[in-house]
């Protein structure tokens, strides 16, 4: 005979136990010295996601397992993205080994809007300018450069992050047609490894492309002055024209990154 009672307490139990672990997982992250080290670890997961704004939202001692959750890259196609407003707060509880007290880690932030990066309360970082109206914000993506975060005695952090994207709320359509995300990325990594990382990206992705179109700038001018003195071979034209565009193509694509801070530019230089 079936115990219903017993059935129940076990199901109360396990429904329990199982929202105590998906919390944890939820709220708080482990970073271990060994880990890192290796390679970075991704903030990717949910983190606890409140819209509006309030400056007590920062605070480490502040109660938000109330909050709803929220992965913070906000991808245009996710069912989930309904609770962003364009303007809101995401919290993250960061727990390290005691290996990595009175040390620095590097947070290596990408973005598509503004924000305010807050540990246990206090600003350590603006990137851009939050404003709730399109006019008054001030985007800006610090495409990895990273942002060094002091540890001391304590083992369990605070991460805040006051963030704004009113574009992608007010202006949605335009938004959704050149962009795949509104949100922001975050990894942490040892400081040095950190900078090392934004440095030879920065410098691979220059040097690749500055190489390439100079190869094609060079054949380009090279067809341009065949056809200036064989005008009759319009095949060096098109050749030109060719090469040209090429060289066009790998030069724009380092382009964006120039203009961090502005839309309609990164737009531009995308469809060229």
Do not use: C
């Not at 880990?35 to 007590?56: C, N, Q, V």
């Not at 975060?149 to 805040?160: F, G, I, M, N």
């Not at 709320?169 to 040095?192: C, H, L, M, N, Q």
Request: proline fraction near 2%; charge should be positive.
């Amino acid at each position: 005979m079936i115990n219903k009672p017993l059935i129940i307490t076990l199901l109360i139990f396990i429904f329990l136990f199982s929202s105590d672990v998906f919390a944890k997982f939820v709220d708080t992250v482990y970073v271990h010295a060994d880990s890192i080290e290796k390679k970075f670890l991704r903030l990717d997961m949910p983190w606890r996601y409140h819209a509006g704004d309030s400056t007590i939202w920062a605070s480490k001692d502040f109660k938000d397992a109330k909050w709803d959750t929220l992965k913070t890259r906000l991808q245009l196609n996710d069912s989930l993205l309904n609770d962003w407003k364009g303007i809101g707060w995401f919290r993250k509880h960061i727990k390290i080994d005691s290996s990595l007290r009175n040390k620095t880690i590097g947070l290596i932030f990408l973005q598509e809007g503004a924000s305010e990066i807050f540990v246990n309360g206090d600003l350590v970082q603006e990137f851009g300018k939050i404003d709730s109206t399109i006019e008054g914000e001030e985007i800006y993506n610090p495409y990895g450069a990273p942002v060094i975060l002091r540890l001391d005695e304590s083992l369990v952090y605070t991460l805040a992050v006051r963030y704004s994207n009113i574009r992608s709320v007010k202006d949605f359509d335009w938004y959704r047609k050149w962009f795949s995300s509104a949100g922001f990325e975050s990894r942490i990594g040892p400081t040095f490894r950190a900078i090392r990382s934004r440095v030879m990206n920065e410098a691979l992705n220059m040097t690749i492309n500055i190489g390439i179109a100079s190869i094609f700038i060079s054949l380009s001018l090279l067809y341009l002055l065949l056809f200036i003195f064989y005008a009759r071979r319009k095949e060096n034209l098109y050749y030109f024209l060719f090469t040209l565009s090429i060289a066009v193509t790998f030069s724009s694509s380092m382009i964006p990154r120039f203009f961090a801070d502005d839309y309609f530019q990164k737009v531009f230089w995308s469809i060229l």
